[in-house]
């Protein structure tokens, strides 16, 4: 996940691709930032236009699981969730995707996701105690195939629900 305005990102402008360093420097001062998110490699846990809190993390504070947020390149924030902790790195991978990043240095890390906020409602879902389960199952790589699956099913029962609901599919007719 790459904060609005990653030129990695269709939507990104330039207006908002000059957001992340600034982002970046506001972390590095020791303050909390807010911030809508594009992408859906957090899906369906962080969205697309989802709002974030970050915060400065000092990285021996680091935990397994965390959702944090760390600079790729040169100034580009990507938002993912901690897999693998080790002394000097760390391993990310988005909750929907199937590949981790690779090695990511702690120096590079800048802050870690401790709110979440989809359509004016705050959550903690995914960042409080349950994140170490989320943690196992993605770095195994069945995070991503969980999500899929329970999004095929949520699918299947909302149109079998709508089907059920459409009078012309059960033989009804219309006066």
Same mark, same amino acid.
């Given at each position: 996940?790459?904060?609005?305005?990653?030129?990695?990102h269709p939507e990104a402008d330039?207006?908002?691709?000059?957001?992340?360093?600034?982002?970046?420097?506001?972390?590095?001062?020791?303050?909390?930032?807010?911030?809508?998110?594009?992408?859906?490699?957090?899906?369906?846990?962080? +969205? $697309? *236009?989802?709002?974030?809190?970050?915060?400065?993390?000092?990285?021996? /504070? %680091?935990?397994?699981?965390?959702?944090? =947020?760390?600079?790729?390149?040169?100034?580009?924030?990507?938002?993912?969730?901690?897999?693998?902790?080790?002394?000097?790195?760390?391993?990310?991978?988005?909750?929907?995707?199937?590949?981790?990043?690779?090695?990511?240095?702690?120096?590079?890390?800048?802050?870690?996701?401790?709110?979440?906020?989809?359509?004016?409602? +705050? $959550? *903690?879902?995914?960042?409080?105690?349950?994140?170490?389960?989320?943690? /196992? %199952?993605?770095?195994?790589?069945?995070? =991503?195939?969980?999500?899929?699956?329970?999004?095929?099913?949520?699918?299947?029962?909302?149109?079998?629900?709508?089907?059920?609901?459409?009078?012309?599919l059960r033989g009804e007719a219309?006066?």
């Amino acid at each position: 996940m790459l904060i609005e305005g990653s030129d990695n990102h269709p939507e990104a402008d330039d207006k908002t691709t000059r957001v992340e360093p600034l982002i970046v420097d506001l972390l590095l001062q020791g303050l909390s930032v807010e911030f809508e998110v594009t992408g859906s490699s957090m899906a369906p846990m962080i +969205r $697309s *236009h989802d709002v974030i809190s970050v915060a400065p993390i000092d990285p021996n /504070r %680091l935990r397994f699981g965390d959702v944090v =947020a760390w600079i790729r390149g040169q100034d580009h924030l990507v938002v993912h969730r901690i897999i693998q902790l080790g002394r000097h790195s760390v391993e990310t991978r988005g909750d929907a995707v199937g590949q981790p990043d690779g090695e990511v240095q702690i120096g590079r890390i800048v802050g870690r996701v401790v709110e979440l906020s989809r359509n004016g409602r +705050r $959550s *903690h879902f995914g960042l409080g105690p349950e994140r170490w389960v989320l943690a /196992r %199952l993605s770095r195994r790589g069945w995070l =991503a195939r969980v999500f899929r699956s329970m999004s095929k099913a949520r699918r299947v029962i909302w149109k079998k629900k709508n089907d059920s609901q459409d009078p012309s599919l059960r033989g009804e007719a219309r006066r």
